[in-house]
């Protein structure tokens, strides 16, 4: 990768299969400058664009936090905020740490 991006990092580096790996290539392509950090999409939203429902969204971001491949900020009132967390990303989560993965 030239770059930090996320849609290669989950292509190169994710162990999620079929819908869940699916669920982190949406995030990933609509994190914030494709580094992998700031997707803020509502789960109708990703399973819209992933073309699933979104109960499989659901159960896809559980185990892709159980993968450790992601990290879910939940916000009350808002969507959760979610970040990639795949080698060779450079990552803000948990209040604006920045956390190189590699």
């Known amino acids: 990768m030239s770059r930090p991006d996320a849609v290669s990092a989950v292509l190169s580096h994710s162990r999620a299969r079929g819908a869940d790996r699916l669920v982190l290539l949406v995030i990933a392509w609509s994190s914030a400058h494709g580094t992998g950090s700031g997707c803020w999409r509502g789960r109708a939203s990703i399973a819209e664009l992933a073309g699933l429902n979104a109960g499989t969204v ?3 971001l559980r ?40």
């Open 58 to 60: 659901t159960r896809s």
């Open 63 to 102: 185990v892709l936090v159980e993968l450790g491949e992601l990290h879910v900020e939940h916000r009350p009132g808002r969507s959760s905020l979610y970040t990639v967390t795949l080698p060779g990303l450079l990552n803000v989560v948990e209040g604006g740490a920045h956390v190189a993965r590699g």
